[in-house]
């Protein structure tokens, strides 16, 4: 769906609250997008579409892309006999949680925690081993400060001066 370059920058997530299991896939901060197309939900295997959990998706990715931009989410909910109610529309598109407000923590809280993983991982990268880093500065110098080896208080003696007059010339 995405390509071949897209799959190094997809985030797993996983999480579990009751009788739902969430496992599934989101786009890193560096692979987004300008509308919701790319946001795949499924429960129970079947493709659905879900409010709710659209806008658990959109809370969870606030803090970690733009406003204007949209992770790529590829979310697979598996449900207990029970817990949820496919039977909502004709197309089988929609589904009623039986505990809304549990389903829609636990898309939020998976995916807000994949998005701020790869977040994190973009930031902080490795250094490699046997690389000069920086190198070492010289001491800082305060060139306020007395000469070396004069106590603090004890005014530094004169320097010597140059002759600019014009005797002689």
């Given at each position: 769906?995405?390509?071949r370059?897209?799959l190094g920058e997809l985030?797993?997530c ?11 896939y ?6 987004t997008?300008?509308s919701r ?6 429960v129970?295997g ?5 409010r709710a959990?659209?806008r ?10 733009r ?10 909910i598996?449900?207990?006999p029970?817990a ?5 529309s004709?197309?089988k598109?929609?589904?009623r949680?039986a505990?809304g407000?549990t389903?829609?923590?636990?898309v939020?809280h ?5 998005l701020l993983?790869?977040k994190?991982?973009?930031?902080l990268r490795?250094?490699?081993?046997g690389?000069?880093?920086a190198?070492?500065?010289a ?8 000469p070396?080896g004069?106590p603090?208080g004890?005014?530094?003696p004169?320097?010597?001066?140059a002759?600019f007059s014009?005797?002689g010339a």
């Open positions: 769906v995405f390509g370059a897209t985030e797993l996983e999480a579990r609250s009751g009788p739902l299991r969430l496992a599934g989101a786009t890193r901060g560096s692979v997008f300008p197309r790319y946001q795949y939900l499924f129970n079947r493709p659905v579409e879900d959990l659209a658990a998706i959109s809370q969870a990715s606030r803090d970690a892309i406003l204007d931009r949209h992770p790529g989410v590829f979310l697979y598996t449900a207990e029970g949820v109610d496919v039977n909502v004709p197309g598109t929609q589904v949680f505990d407000a389903a829609f923590r636990l939020y998976a995916l807000h925690s994949a993983a790869g994190e991982e973009r930031r490795p250094v490699p081993s690389s000069v880093v190198e070492a500065q001491p800082y110098r305060d060139p306020f400060a007395s070396a004069v603090v004890v005014p530094a004169p320097a010597e001066t002759d014009l005797a």
